[in-house]
């Protein structure tokens, strides 16, 4: 009986093992615009094995977070704004604070 259920939990798990992620280099700058503009916020590869979660606008961040314009390459263009990325600021992110 475990053994069924164990290889159960491993069949389901497998489609989302076997699942990539989508990467900016692999699209256009404007598909990859589209697809944040669709879906919000998502997780993109940009290259090799890197990858970012990227949003639409900062209401996808958290409260404390602030939204900072992404530049990332694209099968067409090697510098394509695509959207956002959320960060924590620092205090030299604040207008009139020194570091």
Same mark, same amino acid.
């Given at each position: 009986?475990? %053994?069924?259920?164990?290889?159960?939990?491993?069949?389901? @798990?497998? &489609?989302?093992? @076997?699942? #990539? =992620? &989508?990467? #900016?280099? @692999?699209?256009?700058? !404007?598909? %990859?615009?589209? /697809?944040? !503009?669709?879906?919000?916020?998502? +997780? /993109?590869?940009?290259?090799?094995? %890197?990858?970012?979660?990227? +949003?639409?606008?900062?209401?996808?961040? *958290? $409260?404390? *977070?602030?939204?900072? =314009? @992404?530049?990332? $390459? #694209?099968?067409?263009? &090697?510098?394509?704004?695509?959207?956002? #990325?959320?960060? *924590? $600021?620092?205090?030299?992110?604040?207008?009139? +604070?020194?570091?």
């Amino acid at each position: 009986m475990m %053994t069924r259920i164990v290889a159960v939990l491993v069949l389901a @798990a497998s &489609p989302a093992a @076997a699942q #990539t =992620r &989508p990467s #900016t280099t @692999a699209m256009t700058c !404007q598909q %990859t615009i589209r /697809l944040i !503009q669709a879906r919000g916020a998502l +997780v /993109l590869g940009t290259g090799g094995m %890197t990858y970012d979660r990227f +949003v639409r606008d900062r209401s996808f961040c *958290e $409260p404390t *977070e602030i939204a900072r =314009r @992404a530049f990332r $390459p #694209t099968r067409d263009n &090697p510098s394509c704004l695509i959207g956002y #990325t959320c960060y *924590e $600021p620092g205090r030299g992110d604040w207008l009139g +604070v020194d570091d």
